[in-house]
């Protein structure tokens, strides 16, 4: 009798975890629209991607995401409520319908989309693991780092990185790991370790935390692939679709010099075919979506292209500083592509 | 007749009275004290002028950015510019009044409890443990009488903190209470049900029981149906702290000698009032200590929220030190937390020392 009712229960964990993951096509949309905003899972704190200013607006690159969206469905990028999770919530909250978008900083990996019943969109921002060294060193290739000690900022695979990164190159290396990031700042600033290794993305935040930071430089190589982007449930394809059109919109905005200063003009008297059909002044692309005509004039209007985005919250215009590497469009020797509207 | 004058006393020997006199007796007693005397004295020394240092003179007390700050000493205007969301989280600012308002009424409420004079003192507090919560909620969360609604995902900060700690306090001690008494039962099945409770919410640390309350019981409840994570974590802080107080509680009902028990009984009182009017009076007097105990373990537990995403005072400021306009500032905000983290918990011990002072009739042995 136990037995069976042990097992009883573990089928119905099962049945309530598997009908939770998957949503039915069209819910999340019209959910979304009949309640008035995009519910939004976001970081709950992360330089240049998530974060709150002073008067607790929340910003950042997968913040511009959330706003996207929003713009795309309402025409208003103010319409989004956030939801900051935890690394080890996220994927819950995401699956039990909580958020309708998880815009988290989140790896995309095999694993991840195939057996947690979710769907990566695409790729806001690919990271990769890098190195931070003092300019004193002298280094300007990780090749030239045999025999360093280096600080590791814990995480789940960046240890595992650096150890298959050095045994290939045949160099050694003496680790000392650190559990915060500011700990580990802290010391390389004391110049305990010769270099400091990271995400790329967060080796530029870590950098500002140093005492002087021109000092310190961040090497070319990236040793991992971590492409980040923004995550729906598995089983509603026009949601999904609604998101990742979203973020090529975006791309394809920055690609035809579409920005959120000459969109309005540009959309009234373009000759540009493909910008005309990007902006809705041709065709019904927008309908297709089962999005306004103007849902990409929105978005870039109200949170801007790709490459405005990029500057305003981690890029040139930003404390953090980072170049745009391989976040560059594919045209300038980046990644970021975006197919055509048509 | 020879009459006996006394001589005038003589001064006490000058190296037993004033400061000297202190020193002797406490500090440099006989040498092993006089080397840890000075030892002691080293440490401080070693710390405290740095940290004056760092923390007064050559602190940044104005400005409005990073860059008002220089590198030597600590920048508080970080903590001066962020000051509202430590206080308020992301409590829309124009409404923040409303944050006040319940915390002048708690005052402002609580402060006939504490005239000794006052009449129908029990009463009073009842209704007011009754009425003030559900005024609170109103106020703070708003969606009648044409106030606003602010989500609980929209509180933070200290205001959180403290919401946590006191509806905690005030969920768990009754619930702890009633929990003891039915652990004493001679009814079996009420006494293996509080046993079974008690042992089960002892057994598990509370950031499992947050982290169970976040990740997993979303997943059992049916599609669309969300459970708020303030109210999660709240019924979560509560059934842990219970089992706590419970077994405090327990420990105050054990001392009190049978003789008691078996007066009241003779008097013809019943359960109820057996436990009301003449065990548990004495029983909470004696566990004073440990209760309060509970309640600053609670208060410092509360920060374990940050594991679940709630904003409470901690976490408001680790994420204020994210921005990229204030990256670096860890060291001032975690100072900063730690100085009003301590200012409750030893404003709580000291008022459980008045209490215990003025709830001292006698037992003493």
Known sequence: MKMVKSTLAVLTTAAVLGVSGFAQAGATLDAVQKKGFVQCGISDGLPGFSYADEKGNYLGLDVDVCRAVAAAVFGDATKVKYSPLTAKERFTALQSGEVDILSRNTTWTSSRDAALGLNF????????????????????????????TVCIQAGTTTELNLSDYFRANGMKYTPITYDTSDESAKSVEAGRCDVLTSDQSQLYAQRIKLANPDDYVVL???????????????????WFDIVRWTLFAMVNAEELGVTSANVEATAKDTKNPDVARLLGTEGEFGKDLKLPKDWAVQIVKQVGNYGETFDRNVGAGSELKIERGLNALWNKGGLQYAPPVR | MQTHTFKPDLPPPRMSVGAVGWLKANLFSNWFNSLLTLFALYLIWLVVPPLLQWAIIDANWVGSTRADCTQEGACWVFIQQRFGQFMYGFYPSELRWRVDATLWLAIVGAAPLFVPQMPRKAFYGLGFLVIYPVIAWCLLHGGVFGLSVVSTSQWGGLMLTLVIASVGITGALPLGILLALGRRSNLPAIKVICVTFIEFWRGVPLITVLFMSSVMLPLFLPEGMHFDKLMRALIGVILFQSAYIAEVVRGGLQAIPKGQYEAAAAMGLGYWRMMGLVILPQALKLVIPGIVNVFIALFKDTSLVIIIGLFDLLNSIKQATTDPAWLGMATEGYAFAALVFWIFCFGMSRYSLHLERKLDTGHKR
């Open chain 1, 121 to 148: 969109t695409g790729t806001n921002y690919y990271d990769g693991q890098g190195f931070l060294v003092n300019k004193k060193l002298g280094v300007s290739s990780a090749k030239e780092l045999d025999g360093a």
């Open chain 1, 220 to 238: 070319p190589e990236v040793i991992s692939k971590e492409p980040l982007g923004p995550v729906v449930r598995q089983g509603d394809e026009e």
